[in-house]
């Protein structure tokens, strides 16, 4: 477990802001899942429960995902049903179980870049911006691609469109982290690849989704899926080689563009 | 700091230190019903309910709950007695180390889910470990409960 | 029978599922020190240099213990009747270190943060050896793990220590050469089974304290309380009637409880400061150090003739017990002497076995106790056999099964009286849908389902070593007290031996109260484990109950004034036996209880003890129906079906459920759970995150059904069921693989990337 010096509620994002800066062991606190588990000391958590950023809010040109929505709060929302299909629903359901989802934050699921983030695979087949206090608004490609700075993620924005998209994932145990993650996305007959826990982070196979037309037929696809394997590294750890990554992504790419198709 | 809460329907008023975990904090207060089954998050076995919902007390602060409700097996005996029956009527309460935190989370799951399946109940149920039972006499037992208050409900 | 094979609850059920405070750690007064352990880093190392000064000065700090102030008499951790097979091969704390994770110091002090705090500043110096981390280069590496002087063993178990051979050993019946001459098929593998966490859901805990006759208590979560009184004895130095050791409710052990884990270190703190101390394992501490089940290398060679009468079975383990020996000796048996019985007709048979020792965390027991590993070997040799002779799997089985009347020349020569195996293979195949499933049926283009089987058998206690006693009392009402030694982990033991004394004493079964464990109090029981405590302690309950019986009806007849000869019990009264409405010869079991608790009465109480010279082994047939995905060679177990031959299951409820666990830790060992250490030796799978034991998704349905022989030497025809439910999964679901693809995966676990790299290697 962590240790705390100093437990503020912060009554508004610049406030916030002010005090994550205050210290460089100063940190903002999100579902603590995953902090509970290092034996960091920490000078001062800062809590911001307090500034309605748990919602998911439709705007005319975007759902707007506020960074303290939790992750069960994305599996049961119809809202993003309606506009995405059951791609973020489906990344999410697998993760732990439902008591950790009623804790795992949005914001924190997407700043800490987790290599084996479901929810970042997810997103990264959608058109996702991020807010940032200080840095401002970003493609999440970008995002995931620069260095960390300490800054506070306070939304999510996808883009309204007339998305069809489709998740797929492998792994060792019904619960446990991905293996291989997929997201496949198809909007205004342009097609998003992305392949998350490779095992590093989740990236769009851009030239692969180049090569897919509105309605690809099996050749179509195999050779998407080479392409795949052609442009993105994958690697090996405790939970799966490379070469065995590489066959899956083949495997959960065609099918997702498959489900996607139906 | 200082922090005031409601548990099982009673006020609180503590002084704390801010990075006390949760299910310390409780289990200090004589809910003993709190059990810590991992370090990883992964077993269940420290589900609450936090203003009702579900959640894991060994991923929470005691700091992070300054006038909420907290509610522990302890608070709703009647309720957990009486979908316990039927847990030991299969015999699938054996060592009962996973049983309050089980407990605390069909509960929840009654609360939040309508006429679910076979299916819905093990996912809503699946971040709650077991070594001993297997799963399928809790199982059981949650069909014949369930089945049972939809019986109670459909007579009032 | 009235109240034994029904399925009442446990007497502890409400109790648990309303969360009373009934274990450990909810009943450790709040003033114990905090104690924790500094572990060592290396896998294979001395300690050169401690300086533990600064640490023992800090605020709250209690006392800072190192091998230097520890006691020099070794011991073993494993509960065992004395003399202990396994090697007295550990110290509380040793200069010499042997696994990542073996203990370096011993803090205590009044806060968990004051302590971590301290250890901090403890700092040690290590000489570094060469660690070794392959049992199949153990046996003669440079590294000797253990070279101290005073390693000993009670009697021989083929040790050459200096070798890093902590046992050795083996068994012959008939001529295996010429046997395998005379086959026309022979099957010859290798099959590798690694090390499990039993993964139990409460930790290692305890609590000790000094009464107020300095004599130490030690409140822990075990299977052993009277073995820890003897093993805490030795090692502390102190006198056993100095020691009580008392068991609360327990969160589960599986076997993980069957040895001192955590009791040590606390009782040493209580008695270098004199205050009460407590210790728990979090939960990477209970996978790092602790002992798993061991791994074992099982080679096989099976010969057959042609029409499939087996000739000769080899059997050869190499079994790995980490950096100590608990339970080497007697699990590497078990891999052998509980798995070739089954196949009693073979004409020869020849069983040998090493274990070696390594700087891997210690084995020690876990459910099933080498007939898991032996089971998952040659169950699989057989299936392999089958599929060479052209043969169904459950034919072959069928022609050479074992049968009741045989003497079991690998069974330590016992007479099989109660087997039921057939019957359970007959029915099992009919509930799995065995004739329009085997061997498999193409779903889709790249689906596939498949059927697999294995039989096992366990056995029940310990011939001639286990003991149980136990001892039931009248009270002053009605109603008896049981007080007995044995330890209900959740299983339920408590409540099987009620229903077995309501059983004999004709009562309700809410008129037996068994006592909690401690002993002090309680009679003597060498404690839950070996399958004992339904078949001994059960035993043992039957005659006390008998004993007391006849207790009660004499006191009645001196009561009366009559020749006791003449009187008969059922429960409620003693009566005159020939002439049953004789008012004169009538008395109520209330009304004589309350009685002879006044004056010149006599309190009534009748203890028996029981050891058993044969163990009646319980047998199961296990058949799984997978889906295999052909593209990623994920594999789902969608159907399992165990049939359990227990003898008269005394709780069918109960029963069940011990089948249900048993199968899916089965199913957790055959797919997911590994046990695996990095280049250093450090445990990779310490968590749940790395760990992964099956959650309730990861299997589909499981069906249990039993076929009952009946045992005369078990209460009632029990045998025992507690651990034969863990074996058949792996072998089965092996067999399915197989049968689903035609690979043959040989090594645990079968994950879908070893299966899918095998089906392309084969293409």
């Known amino acids: ?243 065995y990554r590489e066959i899956l992504a083949k495997v959960l790419v065609k099918r997702g563009v498959e489900a996607v198709c139906r | 700091m200082q922090i005031s809460c409601d548990i099982n329907g009673k006020a609180y008023t503590r002084h704390i230190e801010p990075d006390l975990v949760l299910i310390d904090f409780l289990r200090d207060l004589g809910f003993l019903s709190l059990k810590q089954g991992c370090d990883t998050t992964n077993c269940g076995l420290c589900t609450v309910w936090v203003d009702g919902t579900p959640r894991l007390s060994c991923a929470m602060l005691a700091a992070g709950i300054q006038g909420r409700q907290i509610t522990t097996i302890e608070g709703v005996e009647k309720e957990a007695a009486a979908f316990g029956q039927f847990l030991a009527a299969q015999g699938a309460d054996q060592c009962g180390f996973c049983s309050p935190g089980f407990i605390m989370n069909v509960l929840a799951m009654e609360r939040e889910l309508t006429d679910p399946s076979d299916d819905q109940i093990k996912h809503y149920l699946a971040g709650n470990l077991c070594r001993c039972t297997g799963y399928a006499g809790q199982m059981r037992a949650i069909t014949l409960y369930l089945g049972a208050r939809k019986g109670e409900l459909s007579c009032e | 029978m009235r109240i034994v094979n029904t399925a009442v609850p446990k007497v502890d059920a409400m109790a648990l599922v309303t969360g009373k405070p009934v274990y450990t750690d909810d009943l450790a007064p709040k003033n114990c020190l905090i104690v924790k352990l500094l572990r060592s880093p290396h896998a294979f190392a001395k300690i050169c240099d401690m300086d533990t000064a600064v640490a023992a000065q800090m605020p709250g700090i209690a006392c800072v213990i190192t091998h230097r102030d520890v006691p020099r008499h070794r011991f073993t951790m494993a509960g065992q009747s004395y003399p202990e097979p396994s090697p007295y091969d550990r110290l509380i704390l040793d200069q010499i270190v042997r696994y990542v994770g073996d203990p370096v ?43 101290e002087k005073d390693w000993h063993v009670n009697f021989d178990i083929g040790s050459q220590v200096e070798r890093n051979l902590c046992c050795s050993g083996g068994f012959e019946s008939g001529d295996t050469g010429a046997e395998f001459s005379a086959s026309d098929v022979i099957v010859d593998e290798v099959y590798h089974v690694k090390a499990n966490s039993q993964a139990m859901m409460e930790t290692f805990r305890t609590y000790t304290y000094l009464d107020h006759n300095n004599r130490l208590t030690i409140v822990t979560s075990t299977q052993i309380p009277f073995h820890i009184r003897q093993i805490a004895a030795r090692a502390l130095g102190i006198p056993k009637q100095n020691i009580r050791v008392i068991k609360p409710r327990i969160g589960a052990g599986f076997g993980a409880k069957q040895t001192l884990i955590s009791e040590l270190f606390p009782a040493i703190v209580t008695l270098t400061t004199g205050k009460p101390a407590k210790i728990v394992f979090d939960r990477t501490e209970s996978f790092i150090g602790s002992t798993s089940r061991h791994e074992m290398i099982i080679r096989v060679k099976v010969g057959a003739d042609k029409e499939g009468k087996l000739l000769a079975i080899h059997l050869h383990t190499l079994s790995n017990t980490g950096a100590y020996g608990e339970h080497a000796p007697t699990t590497v048996g078990l891999s052998g002497h509980k798995t070739l019985p089954l196949y009693n007709k073979a004409k020869a048979c020849k069983f040998s076995y090493q274990v070696v020792y390594t700087n891997t965390m210690s084995a020690g027991a876990f459910r099933g106790y080498g007939a898991t590993q032996g089971t998952f070997a040659l169950e699989s040799a057989m299936n392999e056999l089958a599929a060479k002779l052209g043969m169904d799997p459950l034919t072959l089985r069928l022609k050479n099964l074992l049968a009741e009347g045989e003497i079991l020349t690998a069974y330590h020569g016992e007479k099989l009286n109660s087997c039921a195996l057939e019957a359970c293979i007959q029915k099992g195949r009919e509930m799995i849908g065995w004739e329009k499933k085997f061997p498999c049926v193409r779903i889709s283009d790249t689906k596939v389902r498949a059927v697999g089987a294995a039989i096992t058998m366990q056995g029940s206690s310990i011939p001639n070593i286990d003991m149980a006693a136990v001892e039931v009392r009248l009270q002053d009402d009605a109603y008896y007290t049981l007080m007995i030694g044995a330890t209900d982990m959740g299983t339920g033991c408590d409540t099987i031996l009620a229903q077995i004394a309501a059983e004999c004493l004709e009562c309700e079964l809410d008129k037996i109260i068994v006592s909690g464990v401690d002993t002090d109090h309680s009679p003597y029981d060498t404690g839950s484990y070996a399958s004992s405590t339904t078949f001994l302690t059960g035993m043992a309950v039957v005659k006390a109950c008998e004993r007391l019986k006849g207790k009660i009806i004499r006191a009645a007849g001196l009561r009366l004034k009559t020749d006791p000869a003449a009187l008969a019990f059922d429960g409620r009264a003693i009566f005159n036996d020939n002439e049953k409405d004789d008012e004169k010869n009538r008395i109520n079991l209330d009304d004589l209880a309350k009685s002879l608790v006044v004056g010149a009465g006599h309190c009534l109480s009748a203890t028996a003890s029981h050891s058993s010279p044969v163990s009646p082994p319980p047998f199961m047939a296990g058949f799984v129906e997978i889906e295999m995905d052909l593209e990623t060679g994920k594999t789902h177990v969608i159907d399992y079906v165990g049939v359990v031959d227990c003898g008269t299951p005394i709780n069918p409820n109960l029963a069940r459920l011990q089948t249900e666990g048993g199968i899916v830790q089965g199913i957790g060992m055959a797919l997911f759970e590994d046990i695996t250490y990095g280049k250093t030796g450090k445990m990779m799978n310490n968590s749940f995150m790395q760990y992964k034991i099956p959650s309730r998704l990861d299997l589909g349905e499981i069906r249990v059904a039993f076929q009952s022989s009946y045992e005369p030497a078990g209460p009632f025809g029990a045998k025992s069921i507690g651990e034969v439910v863990i074996n058949t999964p792996a072998p089965a679901i092996a067999h399915a693989i197989t049968n689903a693809c035609g690979i043959h995966l040989r090594t645990l676990p079968m994950t879908a990337e070893n299966i899918l790299m095998k089906i392309r290697e084969k293409q």
């Open chain 3, 105 to 147: 110091a011993i803090v205590a002090g009044t806060t968990e943060k004051e302590v971590e705090k301290a250890m901090r500043e403890i700092t040690v110096s290590y000489e570094v050896f060469e660690p070794v981390l392959d049992p199949e280069k153990a046996l003669d590496h440079p590294s000797v793990i253990h070279p």
């Open chain 1, 1 to 243: 477990m962590f240790g705390l010096k100093e437990y503020r509620v912060a009554q508004s994002l610049d406030q916030a802001d002010q005090l994550l800066h205050e210290h460089k062991n100063n940190v903002i606190l999100g579902g603590l899942l995953w902090m509970r588990m290092g034996r960091k000391n920490y000078h001062t958590g800062i809590d911001l429960s307090q500034l309605g950023l748990d919602r998911i809010l439709e705007t005319e040109e975007a759902i707007e995902i506020g960074c303290m929505t939790r992750l069960r709060q994305i599996e049961t929302s119809g809202i993003l049903d309606a506009c995405f299909g059951r791609v973020l629903a489906d990344a999410v359901s697998h993760i732990v179980g439902v008591q950790f989802r009623n804790a795992a934050t949005m914001g924190g699921s997407v700043f800490s870049r987790f290599s084996f983030s479901d929810v970042v695979t997810a997103l990264l087949a959608l058109e996702t911006h991020v807010h940032l206090y200080r840095g401002g608004i970003l493609p999440l490609e970008t995002f995931l691609e620069s260095s960390p700075q300490r800054d506070i993620l306070v939304k999510l924005s996808l883009k309204k469109k007339a998305w069809k998209t489709s998740y797929q994932s492998h792994r060792m145990t019904a619960t446990d982290f991905p293996v291989l993650a997929a997201a496949i996305s198809c909007c205004e007959d342009r097609w998003r690849i992305s392949l998350g826990a490779r095992p590093s982070r989740a990236k769009l196979a851009t030239k692969a989704a180049a090569l897919l037309p509105k309605k690809p037929d099996a050749a179509q696809i195999a050779a998407a899926c080479d392409q795949v394997v052609e442009e993105m590294s994958f690697g090996g750890n405790q939970r799966g080689t490379r070469e």
